[in-house]
């Protein structure tokens, strides 16, 4: 397991780190699976095609790192990784380079403005502003589908009498400050079913940290919202978070940032789902054969828990169809920074969208609903409004 802790020695051990690139190199360049994935790949094999693998050089995996987008998609797709004796995991693989590259190049004043979405609920009236003004300073190509900053902060909490379960909500950047409507419906559905729902006091997940390179503000923010997970947990709190990029980051990458065990945090559908089965929740609800097109979020695919929002949306009588079309290319900060990359990338499932005729658009993503929105000038719900609305059809 490679670390991303900037106080492991290892870290910045960069004759370990090339020598690793040149092995997994060797192995991604007689394979070829992932192509097509990101800019990354092209990249990768375009190098080892004019010098081959073992004359790659740190100036070629920083090249390299910087085309990675951190979707994990060929770590979800390898047929090498572990128990594999090749041990193949490209994925944590960029990741640590790109966070070495950073912290031996410096962080620019850009850098530190993408991952400062935690302070967003401090300044909101000036921030709303400075996104559409300041665009161009942030390096956002023209065209990309930038989210608009809520107006108000979201309702993240909310009690019930004998609850059946108690959880503590990690709200996640996008949802307090972007998406407040995903955050009120996890309270309400929640507490409709009888669990109960407390803020968490969290940092950030730091995802907008790997997106800028800042390993040591990474290690921070995962060292405190790590505590804190434990202390929730200690006084009986289960921990859910409804954006499966923060629940990747708070589980599988804090593992590599802290050198440890991951800790246990629940998707928010996969939570239900887990009462559901254990006959602590009963979902009462139709939503009458309603035509729903899916798309899988790249890092619940990461996450190996299956598709528990398809499932509970078909409970409630929804025709649910997925569309396994690649990655949205939509990250975050890199896909908004290089969207012409980003629109390559996300094209497959774009059109998809774009010619259909559901009567609803779904996916736990609301970044990959930017692109879904961009490509057909509709709304991509997340399944915990779908599963709302159908709540209120059984009232």
């Known amino acids: 397991m490679y670390t991303l802790n900037p106080s492991n020695p290892s870290f910045l051990d960069s004759e370990k780190l090339k020598s690793e690139f040149v092995r997994q190199a060797s192995i991604c360049h007689g394979c070829r699976l992932c192509f097509n994935y990101c800019p990354a790949f092209p990249s990768l094999f375009r190098l080892t095609d004019q010098k081959g693998p073992k004359a790659l050089t740190i100036d070629d995996l920083n090249v390299v790192a910087s085309e990675c987008f951190h ?42 403005l993408w991952e400062s979405l935690d302070a967003l609920p401090l300044v909101r009236p000036l921030a709303k502003g400075f996104l559409k003004a300041g665009s161009k300073f942030l390096g956002v190509e023209e065209g990309a589908p930038m989210p608009e900053v809520a107006e108000r902060e979201p309702k993240m909490e909310g009690k019930v009498e004998n609850p059946v379960a108690k959880v503590v909500l990690f709200p996640t950047c996008l949802g307090r400050n972007f998406f407040p409507d995903v955050i009120e419906d996890l309270v309400e559905v929640y507490n409709r079913l009888g669990i109960e729902v407390r803020k968490g006091e969290f940092k950030c997940c730091g995802a907008p940290m790997l997106d800028a390179g800042d390993a040591r503000r990474l290690h921070d923010n995962a060292e405190y919202n790590s505590r804190m997970i434990e202390k929730y947990q200690r006084e009986g709190y289960e921990i859910v978070t409804p954006i499966p990029t923060c629940t990747m980051m708070l589980t599988r990458e804090y593992q590599y940032v802290l050198d440890r065990e991951p800790q246990k945090v629940y998707d928010s559908m996969e939570y239900l789902l887990k009462l559901k089965k254990e006959g602590k929740v009963e979902i009462k609800g139709n939503l009458g054969g309603r035509q729903v097109l899916y798309h899988t979020p790249c890092h619940l695919k990461h996450l190996k828990v299956g598709l528990p929002g398809v499932q509970l949306m078909r409970t409630v009588n929804a025709k649910v169809v997925t569309v396994d079309k690649g990655c949205s290319g939509i990250d975050g900060g890199w896909g908004l920074r290089n969207y012409s990359k980003a629109k390559v990338v996300g094209a497959k499932m774009m059109e998809a969208f774009s010619v259909s005729d559901a009567q609803n658009f779904s996916t736990e993503c609301p970044l990959a609903g930017l692109q879904i929105r961009k490509a057909s000038g509709r709304k991509a719900e997340h399944p915990l409004r779908l599963l709302k609305e159908a709540i209120e059809n059984a009232r």
């Open 71 to 112: 979707c994990n998609m060929c770590y979800v797709n390898c047929p090498y990784t572990p128990p594999h004796e090749f041990a193949m995991d490209f994925a944590h693989l960029m990741d640590w380079a790109w966070l070495y590259h950073k912290s031996q190049s410096g962080l620019k004043l850009r850098d530190l």
